[in-house]
């Protein structure tokens, strides 16, 4: 019974989350981006040759030739979160470090989106921009270094290196909450485009980042508490637990930065991105003597 279940998870989370499954969905993301990106300049071009007629919360979408650079980052975005999600049943600091690679991409398409939206005959709306975009300038390079710390330390997990039966389900458990978290994520894109495009049709074209991704990440804190908790069964040191809640703590300010405008959203991702850095740092730290130990031991 238990075996069936591991074949019946396994089969599932290949076929969907599998290398196939990945190279289709990354051809799909990188065709669909560059048709995206196309389409997208075509209508900028059309609006400004006043070939086409928009309302004013509209209009912003497509301006200023920059904001075709919008739609292709969006596409790309939403395979990084398809990558975060497959990268779940690998460890707790992979998928932490795709979080803050897609935080990172978030916050570049929102300075673009503030450099597409600089009017140069309004000098005070200039300088109160440029003090926002110094600041989310430095939130990118913070939470940059952050990913490719993260990235550097990555931990490669193979199922078929294990013999610990106890790990086997703790991957097999992390496997089945990657699926419905899938699941979870095409109902929110979906919710998400669907809202959006009604609004867009009505006059109200948002570029908020709040779209999808404060949901998502509602789901994807959930997720992580769950992971935390079910870690509980298999884990007992002291310091994997608060290494993984510190993480956790990183995400939920992560959550809340998404949600909050301007200056406040950037201080707080550099908050999170320094937090997740440490936390890794002293983990990693804590390990190396722990080893460190043992060999002057022996």
């Given at each position: 019974m238990v075996s069936?279940?591991?074949?019946?998870?396994?089969?599932?989370?290949d076929a969907y989350l599998g290398e196939k499954a990945d190279k289709k969905v990354r051809r799909l993301s990188i065709n669909s981006a560059i048709f995206g990106f196309i389409m997208h300049l075509l209508i900028c071009l059309l609006f400004q040759l006043d070939l086409i007629d928009l309302n004013s919360e509209t209009s912003k979408l497509f301006d200023s030739y920059l904001d075709s650079l919008y739609t292709p980052f969006s596409i790309f975005l939403a395979y990084e979160v398809y990558e975060l999600i497959r990268t779940i049943p690998e460890s707790f600091s992979n998928a932490i470090g795709k979080q803050f690679e897609i935080i990172t991409l978030l916050v570049v398409r929102d300075i673009l989106k503030r450099l597409s939206d600089i009017d140069a005959?309004?000098?005070?709306?200039?300088?109160?921009?440029?003090?926002?975009?110094?600041?989310?300038?430095?939130?990118?390079?913070?939470?940059?270094?952050?990913?490719l710390f993260f990235n550097r330390s990555k931990r490669d997990v193979n199922d078929g290196e294990h013999e610990n039966e106890e790990l086997h389900r703790f991957i097999l458990r992390k496997k089945?909450?990657?699926?419905?978290?899938?699941?979870?994520?095409?109902?929110?894109?979906?919710?998400?485009?669907?809202?959006?495009?009604?609004?867009?049709?009505?006059g109200n074209g948002s570029t908020n980042r709040t779209i999808?991704?404060?949901?998502?990440?509602?789901?994807?804190?959930?997720?992580?508490?769950?992971?935390?908790?079910?870690?509980?069964?298999?884990?007992?040191?002291?310091?994997?637990?608060?290494?993984?809640?510190?993480?956790?703590?990183?995400?939920?300010?992560?959550r809340v930065a998404i949600a909050s405008?301007?200056?406040?959203?950037?201080?707080?991702?550099?908050?999170?991105?320094?937090?997740?850095?440490i936390v890794l740092f002293?983990?990693?730290s804590f390990e190396r003597s722990v080893t460190r130990g043992y060999s002057e031991a022996e």
């Open positions: 069936r279940l591991i074949v019946n998870v396994g089969s599932i989370f005959s309004a000098i005070s709306t200039i300088d109160e921009s440029i003090g926002i975009l110094a600041i989310e300038c430095l939130a990118f390079v913070v939470l940059f270094a952050t990913a089945q909450l990657a699926i419905i978290l899938l699941f979870v994520y095409l109902a929110i894109a979906l919710y998400s485009i669907s809202s959006w495009s009604y609004g867009v049709f009505n999808f991704f404060l949901d998502f990440f509602t789901a994807l804190i959930l997720a992580d508490i769950l992971i935390l908790l079910i870690s509980y069964q298999y884990i007992t040191e002291f310091s994997n637990l608060a290494r993984n809640t510190g993480f956790i703590l990183s995400t939920v300010i992560l405008p301007g200056v406040s959203g950037a201080i707080m991702f550099i908050l999170a991105g320094f937090l997740g850095s002293s983990g990693i």
